[in-house]
T-cell receptor
Framework: AQSVTQLDSHVSVSEGTPVLLRCNYS??????LFWYVQHPNKGLQLLLK??????LVKGINGFEAEFKKSETSFHLTKPSAHMSDAAEYFC????????????FGRGTSLIVHP | DTEVTQTPKHLVMGMTNKKSLKCEQH?????MYWYKQKAKKPPELMFV???????INESVPSRFSPECPNSSLLNLHLHALQPEDSALYLC?????????????FGPGTRLTVL
Protein backbone atom coordinates (compact mmCIF):
# COMPACT_ATOMS: atom_id res chain seq x y z
CA ALA A 1 0.00 0.00 0.00
CA GLN A 2 1.13 3.54 -0.60
CA SER A 3 -0.05 7.00 0.34
CA VAL A 4 1.00 10.61 0.00
CA THR A 5 0.28 13.47 2.38
CA GLN A 6 0.77 17.04 1.29
CA LEU A 7 0.80 18.86 4.56
CA ASP A 8 -0.47 22.23 3.35
CA SER A 9 -3.45 22.90 1.09
CA HIS A 10 -2.25 26.48 0.50
CA VAL A 11 1.14 28.18 0.82
CA SER A 12 1.44 31.92 0.45
CA VAL A 13 4.79 33.66 -0.14
CA SER A 14 6.05 37.00 -1.35
CA GLU A 15 7.94 37.23 -4.62
CA GLY A 16 11.66 36.74 -4.03
CA THR A 17 11.25 34.75 -0.79
CA PRO A 18 11.88 31.00 -0.38
CA VAL A 19 9.27 28.37 -1.14
CA LEU A 20 8.72 25.17 0.86
CA LEU A 21 6.00 22.69 -0.12
CA ARG A 22 5.86 19.66 2.15
CA CYS A 23 5.19 16.06 1.20
CA ASN A 24 5.31 12.87 3.27
CA TYR A 25 4.81 9.42 1.82
CA SER A 26 4.42 5.81 2.76
CA UNK A 27 5.14 2.89 0.47
CA UNK A 28 5.57 -0.85 0.84
CA UNK A 29 8.21 -0.83 -1.88
CA UNK A 30 11.15 1.44 -2.61
CA UNK A 31 9.27 4.37 -4.05
CA UNK A 32 9.77 6.65 -6.97
CA LEU A 33 8.64 10.15 -6.07
CA PHE A 34 7.62 13.02 -8.29
CA TRP A 35 6.53 16.62 -8.09
CA TYR A 36 4.22 17.95 -10.79
CA VAL A 37 2.99 21.50 -11.35
CA GLN A 38 -0.35 22.45 -12.85
CA HIS A 39 -1.13 25.97 -13.98
CA PRO A 40 -4.83 26.92 -14.28
CA ASN A 41 -6.68 24.98 -16.99
CA LYS A 42 -3.49 23.20 -18.06
CA GLY A 43 -2.14 19.69 -17.87
CA LEU A 44 0.45 18.56 -15.35
CA GLN A 45 4.14 19.18 -15.96
CA LEU A 46 6.88 17.18 -14.28
CA LEU A 47 9.10 19.36 -12.09
CA LEU A 48 11.44 16.68 -10.80
CA LYS A 49 11.71 13.03 -9.86
CA UNK A 50 13.49 10.78 -7.37
CA UNK A 51 14.20 7.24 -8.53
CA UNK A 52 16.76 5.92 -6.00
CA UNK A 53 19.78 7.76 -7.32
CA UNK A 54 20.93 11.02 -5.65
CA UNK A 55 18.76 12.04 -2.70
CA LEU A 56 18.95 15.74 -3.61
CA VAL A 57 17.12 16.17 -6.87
CA LYS A 58 17.23 19.27 -9.01
CA GLY A 59 14.34 20.06 -11.31
CA ILE A 60 13.20 22.69 -13.74
CA ASN A 61 12.67 26.38 -12.97
CA GLY A 62 15.02 26.36 -9.96
CA PHE A 63 13.07 23.82 -7.91
CA GLU A 64 14.72 21.04 -5.96
CA ALA A 65 13.65 18.35 -3.51
CA GLU A 66 15.41 16.14 -1.00
CA PHE A 67 14.44 12.52 -0.41
CA LYS A 68 14.74 11.70 3.30
CA LYS A 69 14.02 8.06 3.92
CA SER A 70 14.26 8.35 7.72
CA GLU A 71 11.59 11.05 7.69
CA THR A 72 9.63 9.58 4.73
CA SER A 73 9.61 13.06 3.25
CA PHE A 74 10.16 14.62 -0.15
CA HIS A 75 9.75 18.36 0.36
CA LEU A 76 9.93 20.76 -2.60
CA THR A 77 11.93 23.97 -2.27
CA LYS A 78 12.94 26.98 -4.29
CA PRO A 79 15.23 29.74 -3.04
CA SER A 80 13.32 32.65 -4.56
CA ALA A 81 9.68 32.62 -5.66
CA HIS A 82 8.60 34.17 -8.93
CA MET A 83 5.09 35.31 -9.82
CA SER A 84 4.98 32.65 -12.53
CA ASP A 85 5.37 29.93 -9.85
CA ALA A 86 1.79 30.50 -8.70
CA ALA A 87 0.10 27.18 -9.47
CA GLU A 88 -1.09 23.88 -8.00
CA TYR A 89 1.64 21.41 -7.02
CA PHE A 90 1.15 17.66 -6.68
CA CYS A 91 3.43 15.19 -4.93
CA UNK A 92 3.13 11.70 -6.41
CA UNK A 93 4.47 8.32 -5.31
CA UNK A 94 4.86 5.23 -7.48
CA UNK A 95 6.16 1.99 -6.00
CA UNK A 96 8.97 0.81 -8.23
CA UNK A 97 8.66 -2.74 -6.94
CA UNK A 98 4.98 -3.24 -7.46
CA UNK A 99 2.26 -1.91 -9.70
CA UNK A 100 3.25 1.31 -11.37
CA UNK A 101 -0.03 3.02 -10.56
CA UNK A 102 0.79 6.40 -9.07
CA UNK A 103 -0.83 7.86 -5.97
CA PHE A 104 -1.39 11.61 -5.93
CA GLY A 105 -1.32 13.93 -2.96
CA ARG A 106 -4.25 16.31 -2.55
CA GLY A 107 -2.26 19.21 -3.99
CA THR A 108 -0.82 22.44 -2.59
CA SER A 109 -1.86 25.76 -4.05
CA LEU A 110 1.11 28.15 -4.16
CA ILE A 111 0.15 31.82 -4.01
CA VAL A 112 2.83 34.39 -4.79
CA HIS A 113 2.31 38.00 -3.72
CA PRO A 114 4.10 40.87 -5.47
CA ASP B 1 8.69 14.66 -29.59
CA THR B 2 7.88 14.69 -25.86
CA GLU B 3 4.33 15.83 -26.21
CA VAL B 4 0.97 14.28 -25.45
CA THR B 5 -1.80 15.87 -27.47
CA GLN B 6 -5.50 15.82 -26.68
CA THR B 7 -8.47 16.81 -28.78
CA PRO B 8 -10.77 18.58 -28.49
CA LYS B 9 -9.66 21.24 -25.99
CA HIS B 10 -13.24 21.94 -24.99
CA LEU B 11 -16.41 19.88 -25.38
CA VAL B 12 -20.00 20.70 -24.48
CA MET B 13 -22.49 17.87 -24.79
CA GLY B 14 -26.01 17.01 -23.81
CA MET B 15 -26.88 13.98 -21.74
CA THR B 16 -28.08 12.03 -24.77
CA ASN B 17 -25.07 12.75 -27.00
CA LYS B 18 -22.26 10.42 -27.95
CA LYS B 19 -18.81 11.94 -28.25
CA SER B 20 -15.19 10.86 -28.09
CA LEU B 21 -12.01 12.27 -26.61
CA LYS B 22 -8.73 11.57 -28.34
CA CYS B 23 -5.18 11.35 -27.02
CA GLU B 24 -1.99 10.79 -28.99
CA GLN B 25 1.70 10.37 -28.14
CA HIS B 26 4.72 9.56 -30.30
CA UNK B 27 7.28 8.89 -27.58
CA UNK B 28 7.07 5.12 -27.93
CA UNK B 29 5.40 4.86 -24.53
CA UNK B 30 3.54 1.62 -23.85
CA UNK B 31 1.39 2.73 -20.90
CA MET B 32 -1.41 5.23 -21.34
CA TYR B 33 -3.83 6.60 -18.78
CA TRP B 34 -7.13 8.47 -18.51
CA TYR B 35 -7.73 10.70 -15.52
CA LYS B 36 -10.70 12.80 -14.45
CA GLN B 37 -9.98 15.99 -12.55
CA LYS B 38 -12.48 18.15 -10.75
CA ALA B 39 -11.63 21.73 -9.77
CA LYS B 40 -9.14 22.07 -6.91
CA LYS B 41 -8.71 18.28 -6.68
CA PRO B 42 -5.96 15.87 -7.75
CA PRO B 43 -6.49 13.78 -10.88
CA GLU B 44 -8.49 10.58 -10.31
CA LEU B 45 -7.34 7.56 -12.26
CA MET B 46 -9.98 6.06 -14.55
CA PHE B 47 -8.23 3.61 -16.88
CA VAL B 48 -4.75 2.30 -17.64
CA UNK B 49 -3.68 0.63 -20.85
CA UNK B 50 -0.45 -1.33 -20.84
CA UNK B 51 0.85 -2.57 -24.20
CA UNK B 52 -2.54 -1.77 -25.73
CA UNK B 53 -4.40 -3.93 -23.22
CA UNK B 54 -6.73 -2.56 -20.58
CA UNK B 55 -4.97 -3.32 -17.30
CA ILE B 56 -6.80 -1.09 -14.83
CA ASN B 57 -10.42 0.04 -14.68
CA GLU B 58 -11.02 1.98 -11.51
CA SER B 59 -14.73 1.09 -11.26
CA VAL B 60 -15.66 3.66 -13.84
CA PRO B 61 -19.33 3.75 -14.99
CA SER B 62 -20.00 2.08 -18.31
CA ARG B 63 -21.00 5.39 -19.89
CA PHE B 64 -17.22 5.89 -20.24
CA SER B 65 -15.67 3.44 -22.69
CA PRO B 66 -11.93 3.49 -23.39
CA GLU B 67 -10.25 2.25 -26.51
CA CYS B 68 -6.60 1.86 -27.48
CA PRO B 69 -6.47 1.31 -31.27
CA ASN B 70 -2.65 1.25 -31.33
CA SER B 71 0.32 2.08 -29.15
CA SER B 72 0.13 5.81 -29.96
CA LEU B 73 -3.57 6.44 -29.63
CA LEU B 74 -6.05 6.40 -26.77
CA ASN B 75 -9.72 7.24 -27.05
CA LEU B 76 -12.43 7.76 -24.49
CA HIS B 77 -15.95 7.25 -25.79
CA LEU B 78 -18.69 9.08 -23.94
CA HIS B 79 -22.38 8.22 -23.95
CA ALA B 80 -25.34 9.29 -21.81
CA LEU B 81 -23.20 11.33 -19.45
CA GLN B 82 -24.49 13.11 -16.38
CA PRO B 83 -23.85 16.75 -15.39
CA GLU B 84 -21.58 15.52 -12.57
CA ASP B 85 -19.26 14.11 -15.25
CA SER B 86 -18.28 17.65 -16.17
CA ALA B 87 -14.54 17.91 -15.46
CA LEU B 88 -11.10 18.20 -17.00
CA TYR B 89 -10.14 14.88 -18.62
CA LEU B 90 -6.42 14.29 -18.73
CA CYS B 91 -4.52 11.75 -20.75
CA UNK B 92 -1.03 10.67 -19.75
CA UNK B 93 1.59 8.24 -20.97
CA UNK B 94 4.64 6.59 -19.48
CA UNK B 95 7.39 4.34 -20.69
CA UNK B 96 5.70 1.16 -19.51
CA UNK B 97 8.87 -0.15 -17.90
CA UNK B 98 8.71 -0.08 -14.10
CA UNK B 99 12.09 1.64 -14.02
CA UNK B 100 10.72 4.65 -15.87
CA UNK B 101 7.59 5.71 -14.06
CA UNK B 102 7.30 9.41 -14.83
CA UNK B 103 4.13 10.34 -16.61
CA UNK B 104 3.74 12.82 -19.42
CA PHE B 105 0.40 14.61 -19.39
CA GLY B 106 -1.61 16.18 -22.14
CA PRO B 107 -3.27 19.58 -21.72
CA GLY B 108 -6.66 18.01 -21.10
CA THR B 109 -10.16 18.27 -22.50
CA ARG B 110 -12.55 20.48 -20.57
CA LEU B 111 -15.90 18.64 -20.70
CA THR B 112 -19.21 20.26 -19.85
CA VAL B 113 -22.34 18.10 -19.72
CA LEU B 114 -25.60 20.01 -19.91
Amino acid sequence: AQSVTQLDSHVSVSEGTPVLLRCNYSSSYSPSLFWYVQHPNKGLQLLLKYTSAATLVKGINGFEAEFKKSETSFHLTKPSAHMSDAAEYFCVVSPSGGSYIPTFGRGTSLIVHP
Amino acid sequence: DTEVTQTPKHLVMGMTNKKSLKCEQHMGHRAMYWYKQKAKKPPELMFVYSYEKLSINESVPSRFSPECPNSSLLNLHLHALQPEDSALYLCASSHGDRNYLEQFFGPGTRLTVL
